[in-house]
Nanobody, 121 residues
Framework: VQLVESGGGLVQAGGSLRLACAVS????????IGWFRQAPGKMRESLLC????????YYSDSARGRFTISRDKAKNVVYLQMRDLEPDDTAVYYC???????????????WGQGTQVTVSS
């Protein structure tokens, strides 16, 4: 399984950004795919994921209400739409996959290489 993120970049506070996670080696709707982030000096933070049955589960209060996840089954891509971005959202964002929704948040499955998101004030 290979996961490749794209779409990161520099955005001003209050702006929006959409990240993409291209999935290969498995059909994305067979997998729970989600996003986590890691900022310098901070612990890894699980954000949200989408199950094989298209259920969304949030793990971060910061993400709830501002971040949404969606899946394009035809393209085998999972998206993270982020809005109202804040400087505290600055981090490397990773997509991660697991066959089990219940254990996705443990991040023991497959990861991408990450994409940098920088939010300027």
């Amino acid at each position: 399984v290979q996961l490749v993120e794209s779409g990161g970049g520099l955005v001003q506070a209050g702006g929006s950004l959409r990240l993409a996670c291209a999935v290969s080696g498995v059909t994305s709707d067979e997998y729970t795919i989600g996003w986590f982030r890691q900022a310098p000096g901070k612990m890894r933070e699980s954000l949200l994921c989408i199950s094989s049955g298209d259920r969304t589960r949030y793990y971060s209060d910061s993400a709830r209400g501002r971040f949404t996840i969606s899946r394009d089954k035809a393209k085998n891509v999972v998206y993270l739409q982020m809005r109202d971005l804040e400087p505290d959202d600055t981090a490397v964002y990773y997509c991660a996959g697991d066959r089990n929704l219940a254990s996705w948040y443990l991040l023991l499955g497959d990861w991408g290489q990450g994409t940098q998101v920088t939010v300027s004030s």
